[in-house]
């Protein structure tokens, strides 16, 4: 049985994706997360997301773009985004990338939580 990459929670008013990688995917591997990613976004656009990033220690341009791309379809549907958790190599990552402009970026998904406005 395929190993789950993404478990979803709703808590205090915003839904929590919770995301663990191997250090790294094959193509197969990509599509099923790329399908659970947007799946798990899908009709909830609006809504306020934290994803906890602490079950990751690596993550590759494909995934990058994965997390572009969710991030985009958010924005537009009006929706808020938050990153929690990163390890300091994914943090250094998301620096050489330039993408902590792109991204809300917090230490824990608490204050994730906190600073979308969970209730």
């Known amino acids: 049985m395929p190993k789950e990459f993404v478990q979803v929670t709703a808590t205090q008013s915003v839904n929590v994706i919770d995301l663990a990688l191997p250090e790294s995917l094959d ?11 947007l799946k798990s976004i899908d009709g909830k656009v609006s809504d ?22 969710v991030r985009q379809h958010i924005k537009a549907g009006g929706g808020k985004l938050a990153l929690a958790g990163l390890s300091p190599q994914l943090t250094q990552i ?9 991204f809300m970026i917090t230490k824990t998904r608490a204050e994730a939580i906190r600073m979308l406005g969970g209730r």
Not at 27 to 37: A, G, T, V, Y
Not at 49 to 68: A, E, F, K, N, R
Not at 96 to 102: A, D, G, M, R, S
């Open 48 to 69: 306020r997301w934290v994803l906890d990033l602490s079950g990751v220690d690596y993550m590759g341009s494909s995934v990058l773009g994965l997390m572009i791309n």
């Open 27 to 37: 193509s197969e591997e990509f599509d099923r997360l790329n399908e659970s990613m």
């Open 94 to 102: 998301f620096r050489t990338c330039c993408l902590e402009k792109l």
